[in-house]
Structures are given as structure tokens and as C-alpha cells.
């Protein structure tokens, strides 16, 4: 099991460039999520998914878009990058629902300039 | 949102010292969990929490989950050098999970 993939792992963009930060999991675990991670700020929870055709929004998830049309697949789109989406982000999967053992995947160092 | 304290911010000890750290927060949670990360690494779990009152332990960690359940306890004996990375809390409530802003620890050989 590759476990939870991230492509890619470092982005530069310019503002108002949109493009999608790819998530993908090979465990078949029905709960996917989205976090930012901030200096000083812990991590952020963006969107999040109980299954495959189920979004939801978390703390921050404004200037963010998510879909999930398999349960392998969850990307995050950013449709217009602002300077204040500079973060690292991560994605997780958990097993049995949000109560089991997140497994968060290796995250992507975004900059918008 | 729900608003995570942890504490202490950073720590630097003594290799085979003991280590705690603790976390507070004005909501209750339903379970807590305790993650490490290291440099240029996704968060990893150590220890998940269920029910108030709940001591467990993970090797040489051990956490409790506050009886009040907005608090929770994370203990380290005898550190080692790879103990060292940030050290996050997290509360779930619903589907949504809360982290803390972290413990840096630095362990000195």
C-alpha cells in the first residue's frame, strides 16, 4: 500500500492562478480530509468527506472547493489563489469514519505570490 | 472555531528526562488524540482517547483524556533523542477535528 499520496509537493503560483492539489489513498477508507498548516496555528481543518459523493466544509474552507466522485480520489481546488493561501497542505483517510486513525499523507508546500 | 491551548509552546530537556504536555480547550470533546510530526512530514498518531477519564499508554507515552473532557494530558518518560518533532493535540466533535498549535520538543543528548 502506497497509503495516502499528495501530488504535487511544492507549488508556486501567482494570485488569482487556480489549480488542484491531488489526494489519493489506496486503503479504501470512506473519511477523507483537507487541512492547512499554518506557522504557530496547528492544523486547520479545510473540507472534509464521509464518502464518495459526501462533502462537507470544515473551520477554514473558504476560497477552497472539494469534490469526491470515487473514495480513492479526494482533490482540493483553489479557483482564484490569494497570498493568504500560502500554507502547507495536508490530507488524511481514516478507516472508521473521523473516530479512526488518521493517516495523513506527506503534504504540499504551497506559495502564492 | 473551537480553540485549542497547548501547552507548553516549546520544550528543550535533557535526554532521559521526563516530558508533559497538555492541552485545554473551553469546548468538549468527544475523543482526543495526540500526533508527532517531523520536518517535512505529515502528522503521525500516537495515542487516541475515547472516553473521559481514560489513561492509556503507547511505550514510553502515555495520555489521558480530562475527566471534564476539554482537557487532555500527554506524558514522555525517559526522552531519547528521537523524541524529538512538534507534538499536536486534537479534539473531535461530529466529523470535525481541532488541533492544538503544538509542542516543539528539543531533546539534548
Known amino acids: 500500500n502506497a497509503g495516502v499520496t499528495q501530488t504535487p509537493k511544492f507549488q508556486v503560483l501567482k494570485t488569482g492562478q487556480s489549480m488542484t492539489l491531488q489526494c489519493a489513498q489506496d486503503?479504501?477508507?470512506?473519511?477523507m480530509s483537507w487541512y492547512r498548516q499554518d506557522p504557530g496555528m496547528g492544523l486547520r481543518l479545510i473540507h472534509y468527506?464521509?464518502?464518495?459523493?459526501?462533502?462537507d466544509q470544515g473551520e477554514v474552507p473558504n476560497g477552497y472547493n472539494v469534490s469526491r466522485s470515487t473514495t480513492e480520489d479526494f482533490p482540493l481546488r483553489l479557483l482564484s489563489a490569494a497570498p493568504s493561501q500560502t500554507s502547507v497542505y495536508f490530507c488524511?483517510?481514516?478507516?472508521?469514519?473521523?473516530?479512526?486513525?488518521?493517516?495523513f499523507g506527506p503534504g504540499t508546500r504551497l506559495t502564492v505570490l | 472555531g473551537q480553540q485549542l491551548n497547548q501547552s507548553p509552546q516549546s520544550m528543550f530537556i535533557q535526554e532521559g528526562e521526563d516530558v508533559s504536555m497538555n492541552c485545554t480547550s473551553s469546548s468538549i470533546f468527544n475523543t482526543w488524540l495526540w500526533y508527532k510530526q517531523e520536518p517535512g512530514e505529515g502528522p503521525v498518531l500516537l495515542i487516541a482517547?475515547?472516553?473521559?477519564?481514560e489513561l492509556t499508554s503507547n511505550g514510553r507515552l502515555t495520555a489521558q483524556f480530562g475527566i471534564t473532557r476539554k482537557d487532555s494530558f500527554l506524558n514522555i518518560s525517559a526522552s531519547i533523542p528521537s523524541d524529538v518533532g512538534i507534538y499536536f493535540c486534537a479534539g473531535l466533535t461530529g466529523n470535525q477535528f481541532y488541533f492544538g498549535t503544538g509542542t516543539s520538543l528539543t531533546v539534548i543528548p
Open positions: 482517547l475515547y472516553k473521559a477519564g
Open positions: 488524511a483517510s481514516s478507516s472508521a469514519g473521523a473516530k479512526g486513525t488518521q493517516y
Open positions: 468527506s464521509v464518502g464518495a459523493g459526501i462533502t
Open positions: 486503503m479504501n477508507h470512506e473519511y
